[in-house]
């Protein structure tokens, strides 16, 4: 297994071991510079976006994005700036209001994609998933 740190940060990896889901067999995790072996999980700043895209299906397009920064009690105000800055990133700023099962395929994986970008980082592919080629500003 393999990990690489590309250019501008972007990471190309096993995404199980990126996230520290997984331990890798040899070798180091760099992100930013630092040596994140020994870091858990939620510590990694790691985005992770699953094959299922893991959405919630009783939950709008909106909450499904913001869930993440509720939990971390951020400001109404900046959840509602942030979750808009990134439905028009991913390319669907009207789907808000719709719920998951509402969206094609594409739209679902656009959506999981938003939300992996809160965590600043961008995983590109994962080993043993199906490969994308994402490329945010």
């Known amino acids: 297994r393999a990990?690489?740190?590309?250019?501008?940060?972007?990471?190309?990896?096993?995404?199980?071991?990126?996230?520290?889901?997984?331990?890798?067999?040899?070798?180091?995790?760099?992100?930013d510079g630092k040596n994140v072996n020994k870091l858990p999980s939620n510590e990694r700043?790691?985005?992770?976006?699953?094959?299922?895209?893991?959405?919630?299906p009783f939950m709008t397009v909106y909450d499904n994005i913001a869930y993440g920064l509720k939990v971390q009690k951020k400001d109404k105000k900046?959840?509602?700036?942030?979750?808009?800055?990134?439905?028009?990133?991913?390319?669907?700023p009207d789907v808000g209001k719709r719920y998951p099962d509402q969206l094609s395929g594409?739209?679902?994986?656009?959506?999981?994609?938003?939300?992996?970008?809160?965590?600043?980082?961008?995983?590109?592919?994962?080993m043993g998933y199906q490969y994308l080629e994402v490329s945010f500003p």
């Open 45 to 56: 700043g790691i985005g992770f976006v699953f094959q299922s895209y893991a959405l919630f």
């Open 106 to 126: 594409g739209q679902r994986q656009r959506i999981a994609l938003a939300i992996c970008r809160l965590a600043k980082s961008i995983v590109k592919g994962t």
């Open 78 to 92: 900046f959840i509602k700036q942030r979750v808009a800055e990134l439905l028009e990133l991913v390319g669907l």
């Open 3 to 31: 990990a690489v740190v590309l250019p501008d940060n972007v990471l190309f990896a096993d995404g199980d071991m990126l996230a520290g889901l997984e331990k890798q067999d040899s070798g180091d995790i760099i992100i």
